[in-house]
């Protein structure tokens, strides 16, 4: 079985400025089809989308039991206002106001909670992440809010403070987590949270010739090297492409993630052996956790 465990049906793998342009003023049924005709065609049997804020997402898993497909959605991302999260989401000032989120997600009948504790990497700069969210205590306390509220809680984050901050605050999973330390990982196995690397969305730029190449490999290789070091020391690891973005296109995106993450084990068989152990373990773990309690 194939789980797609981070993907955006907002998006096209293409522009993300022309995909919000496509479904702005009203979202085009005909784009959800075709890519559930791709998953469906590709076998891919499972899908959790990280949202959107024009409806994409919750317009899609209406759509998803016509192709046999088990779709989870947060309805949309939830970020802190003046950081990195209003491609996919809404906004929030106060904790308050955060609260209404949760809330209203939940009215909507969201599967999880999806929260942003950093910005993207720098593809031109190696080690460079945007707006990172450096507020310890609010993580725990958007984590604790929609854990009261019977939500799983995904966590966009990178670079290794934010990542311990995440886990530390008891979430349960990892979305990106680019630049993972050691302690990170020692984390990771201990609270049992899901780690989905989407490998893809860097892999994929490797002699695009859209970024400088030299970081855009260093970022792989360190990244790749985290994914080996997680896959020997038995960390949950998920496949999750982040299809929609840029050359990562759905269904397709899935398998080339796969792929990658073989490399990652230096196509060890043994290695690779574990590795998909593991993401057959973890993606059932996934399936059990995103939903409402």
């Given at each position: ?131 990172l969210l450096k507020d310890e205590a609010l993580i725990h306390e958007m984590v ?27 979430c349960d999973s990892i979305e990106h987590g680019y630049y993972m330390d050691e ?47 997680a896959v020997e020391q038995g960390v949950h690891i998920a496949t999750g492409s ?52």
């Amino acid at each position: 079985m194939y789980g797609e465990c981070h993907a955006h049906m907002l998006m096209n793998g293409r522009n993300y400025n022309e995909a919000v342009e496509l479904h702005k003023n009203h979202i085009q049924d005909s784009v959800i089809h075709e890519y559930f005709r791709r998953y469906q065609e590709a076998g891919i049997t499972f899908i959790r989308d990280g949202g959107d804020n024009l409806g994409v997402s919750q317009r899609a898993r209406e759509f998803a039991p016509e192709y046999g497909i088990d779709y989870r959605s947060p309805i949309y991302a939830i970020h802190k206002n003046g950081y990195y999260g209003g491609i996919v989401g809404f906004g929030f000032d106060t904790i308050e106001e955060y609260a209404v989120l949760v809330k209203k997600a939940g009215e909507l009948h969201g599967d999880f909670i999806k929260i942003m504790a950093s910005g993207i990497l720098d593809f031109d700069e190696f080690g460079n992440v945007s707006t990172l969210l450096k507020d310890e205590a609010l993580i725990h306390e958007m984590v604790h809010i929609a854990h009261e509220e019977g939500f799983s809680v995904m966590v966009h984050v990178n670079t290794p403070t934010q990542i311990r901050y995440a886990l530390e605050a008891g979430c349960d999973s990892i979305e990106h987590g680019y630049y993972m330390d050691e302690e990170c990982l020692r984390l990771m196995k201990e609270t049992g949270a899901v780690w989905v690397p989407t490998l893809a969305t860097c892999s994929s730029l490797r002699g695009c010739g859209r970024f400088n190449e030299e970081a855009v490999q260093k970022i792989t290789a360190s990244h790749m090297n985290n994914i080996r070091l997680a896959v020997e020391q038995g960390v949950h690891i998920a496949t999750g492409s982040d299809a929609g973005a840029y050359l990562v296109p759905h269904a397709q995106g899935l398998m080339d993630e796969i792929r990658y993450l073989e490399e990652a084990c230096g196509n060890d068989p043994e290695l690779v052996k574990k590795l998909r152990h593991t993401l057959d373990e973890s993606l059932q773990i996934i399936m059990e956790r995103f939903q409402r309690k």
